[in-house]
């Protein structure tokens, strides 16, 4: 292979030409012969009983086809949920029916209520403002401690309370990590709020529903990161259709962030109103929809507390945690908190004792569920805001605090029950404090402060949990869903090859990444490899792309499924060359026999395979086409350490990032420059919610921040020029490419730098300030030095 080429290489991703040039080709540019439009009647109430939904003024309208109310659906299966937790007392969370239009009550404010299809999207909007609804409204809970209390408005009737569960890891620790606080020489205590957060990735959510009456099969045209799961939750468990018969096109999608794992109500809807109504139908979510109905993401209220021995080791950790879940539970809520976020708690150290305790609760607000990073943001937040506390409690060097205590042997099982199978922290760290030249810090902070700023320097470490596994441990843990992922390897007569993969891409730059992995493995050209995914008719049955999964555990099949075409090539390879099979070497994209000149390219052997002259068919089949499955053994554990240089304007609390610094341990990478693109990305989002971004509800269920008038997003000017390095490898020991997955590191290690950095640059102005909550912007860093 070239230098500049395979991996290791920085190829451009191949995908970006038709991407930048406008020819992508996304859900809402498929539009079906015939097709109608549907609009969604939202409800405008946080809570309360549907008395009537009158529908006689909006169906003689013009263009209206046909419209649908919950009674509608009264026969179909409630959006499921893809994970159960068991509680601490050994019970199955409270799971309510979640309908696909309203009925009965509606639960929160964007719940769709009725839903119009017409020939055009005016029209079926048109019909919508005719309809009459008439909800007696019922008070509503947003506050979750609140909604715990004995006597509060209960979400769903059906339910014994608003607790969702009341979860506990890992309970065998909880007795000797209170006796460890009892007799340890300092405890440090912080309460603080992981702040509600709305995804908006570019694209909005589109769902177009067809349906061929002449063979009974539906196709489903969705904004999804995992077609395949959605196939399966639709069919199996809402409208009751055979998966043979309902096929899911996920094409080029415009991002995720998380928010496009789950099955939502709109894709059921337009699945079933195709049939129903004998046409195609297409939904595309407005921008003001979208901040209704798009599960939203973090939303925790947390106390943590670190104990500590008299030469500061860290003793025991014991956290207590309100999750919100929102009025429903979307489809893989119930793992964020738990199993995603308390499996995290240990971070990069070697604290010998920790317990977790986690509230999920129901409130009448929009679904809370996976967003970039799902958990271990929230982890690694709470534990690296607590340490730089204990640092400036204690009077030490938050860095050094760190080093003292972090793990450096390897495998190390952590009292959380995971094991992390290999990672440097300290060599992280050495780089970090070598990008960030820290000695020269009070130099800047001098010179800040003659400009009337106050600087501030705030670090933190993290650890994640990538490419989650394996399906056995997961399903023991409440997965309704293995964690698989599949590929399938053709090859052509001529050489090419098509690589059909689980794993859907949505940014990620898979089509280049992937390409570079298999022909590094051939030796042939990078653009002889096509990448195909996002079709439940084309691809094996795959798990999707969320969780950093992609390259660990979507690239490893992918090198399963290459190595059984190799091993069937070099047979017949064998044959051609007249040597043993065992003797028959692949190099640069030709077949040789070890210790000769004989050799027969690539092209040749796969010409013979297709033109079976050469070789025995009763030991050869014809053909070269191979699947494989893979399913981890373990998670990944990518790490890394962070740092943030801020100036704080005194006079007005405004916060100005100054440097960022990110030093991360990836394992092997495939692609440096598509690695460096996930973590800018991943910066961008974690800054984001550092300060700027809030999603707020009034007392009565309102949301107050459903537009970008009032919902702040990071811009251009609000980010700095970032310094990243990932030359800190420690390959992952359990796949095959040694590698640990990139996609969500920023938006893991930069929230609590930002905190820790704004915290440090008001202490240094003569505050005694220990926390502000996030987002921190402009009014409350003014309140909090006042």
């Given at each position: ?18 991407f ?5 080709n ?32 909006a169906t ?7 419209i ?40 929160h404010?964007?719940e ?61 620790n ?122 939203h ?38 793992s ?11 971070g ?9 305790n ?12 996976a ?65 960030g ?37 997961v399903g ?27 794993s ?20 042939i050209?990078?653009?002889?490899i ?32 290459t190595e ?11 044959h ?17 026999v ?86 800018h ?27 970008y ?8 000017d609000d ?7 990932h030359?800190?490898?420690?390959p ?24 820790n950095?704004v ?28």
């Open positions: 292979m070239p230098k500049d080429a395979g991996i290791g290489a920085s190829s451009k991703r191949r995908e970006d030409v038709r930048l040039t406008g020819v992508g996304y859900t809402d540019d498929i539009n079906v012969n015939g097709q109608a439009h549907v609009f969604f009647l939202r409800s405008d109430i946080a809570h309360g009983t549907l008395t009537s939904v009158d529908t006689a003024a003689g309208m013009p263009g209206v086809v046909q649908f109310t919950g009674a509608d659906f009264e026969a179909v299966g409630s959006i499921p949920c893809g994970w159960q937790v068991t509680d601490k007392h050994g019970e199955a969370m409270q799971e309510p029916r979640h309908p696909v239009l309203a009925h009965g009550k509606v639960r404010v964007g769709p209520i009725a839903a119009v299809v017409a020939e055009t999207l005016e029209q079926a909007r048109d019909a919508a403002e005719a309809i009459v609804v008439d909800i007696a409204e019922l008070p509503a809970v947003i506050d979750m401690k609140e909604a715990v209390k004995d006597g509060a408005p209960k979400v769903h009737d059906d339910l014994t309370s608003n607790l969702c569960y009341d979860w506990g890891f890992v309970e065998e909880k007795a000797a990590t209170d006796k460890a606080f009892e007799d340890a020489a300092h405890v440090t205590t912080l309460e603080l709020v992981n702040n509600r957060l709305v995804a908006n990735p570019m694209e909005p959510r589109v769902a177009v529903g067809d349906y061929s009456r002449g063979t009974d099969d539906h196709t489903l045209y969705t904004t999804s990161q995992n077609p395949h799961v959605i196939r399966l939750l639709m069919g199996a468990f809402v409208l009751g259709i055979p998966e043979h018969k309902l096929r899911v096109v996920a094409p080029d999608v415009g991002g995720g962030f998380g928010t496009k794992i789950f099955h939502y109500q709109e894709e059921a809807f337009v699945t079933f109103a195709a049939k129903a109504c004998n046409r195609a139908v297409k939904w595309t979510s407005s921008r003001t929809e979208a901040f209704m109905s798009d599960a993401g973090r939303d925790h209220v947390s106390k943590i507390q670190l104990a500590l021995d008299a030469d500061n080791n860290f003793t025991a950790l014991r956290t207590d945690t309100y999750a919100n879940m929102g009025a429903y539970l979307s489809t893989f809520a119930p964020v908190p738990t199993w995603l976020h308390g499996t995290l708690m240990a990069n150290y070697k604290t010998p004792l920790i317990y977790v986690v509230k999920a609760v129901f409130t009448n607000t929009v679904p809370v569920d967003y970039r990073g799902a958990g271990r943001p929230e982890a690694t937040y709470q534990l690296e805001r607590v340490v730089d506390k204990a640092a400036r409690e204690l009077g030490v060097d938050p860095i050094a605090l760190r080093r003292q205590n972090f793990i450096t042997q390897f495998p190390y099982a952590t009292p959380v029950a995971v094991e992390y199978d290999t990672g440097d922290y300290v060599a992280t760290m050495d780089k970090l404090e070598e990008m030249d820290f000695a020269g810090f009070e130099a800047r902070r001098a010179e800040s402060k003659k400009n009337g700023k106050l600087r501030g320097l705030g670090v933190n470490c993290y650890i994640e949990a990538c490419g989650i596994a394996p399906s056995n441990l023991q843990l409440g997965a309704r869903a293995g964690l698989y992922e599949s590929a399938t390897v053709r090859v052509n007569a001529t050489g090419g090859l098509v690589v059909m993969t689980g859907h891409s949505h940014g990620q730059g898979h089509e280049t990444s992937f390409a570079q992995v298999v022909a590094e493995m051939i030796g050209d990078e653009s002889m096509e990448i195909v995914h996002g079709d439940t008719n084309r691809v094996p049955m795959g798990m999707g792309t969320y969780g950093s999964r992609s390259i660990a555990v979507g690239g490893s099949a992918m090198v399963r499924a059984k075409i190799i091993a069937k090539a070099k047979k017949i390879a064998s051609l060359l007249e040597a043993s099979e065992t003797d028959i070497e692949l190099k640069d994209g030709a077949f040789s070890a210790g000769t000149d004989k050799s027969v390219a690539w092209g040749d052997v796969t010409l013979a395979a297709y033109v079976p002259h050469n070789y025995p068919l009763e030991d050869i089949e014809p053909g070269l086409e191979e699947t494989a499955f893979y399913d981890p053994s373990n998670f990944t554990y990518p790490s890394g350490a962070y740092a943030c240089e801020v100036e704080v304007d005194p006079d007005t609390g405004k916060v100005t990032i100054d440097r960022f610094m990110a030093a991360d341990d990836f394992g092997n990478i495939i692609n440096p420059m598509i690695v460096t693109g996930q973590v990305g991943g910066l961008a989002q974690g800054i984001g919610q550092a300060l700027l971004e809030n999603c707020a509800y009034d007392e009565n269920g309102q949301l107050l921040s459903a537009s008038m009032d919902y702040a997003m990071p811009r251009a980010l700095p020029m970032f310094n990243v390095d030359s800190c490898q420690t992952c020991t359990h796949n095959p490419l040694g590698v640990k997955g990139c996609g969500e590191a920023g938006a893991i290690g930069s929230p609590p730098a930002v905190v950095a915290v440090d640059a008001l202490r240094s102005g003569g505050s005694d300030v220990t926390h502000v909550d996030m987002p921190l912007s402009p009014d409350r860093v003014w309140a909090a030095m006042q």
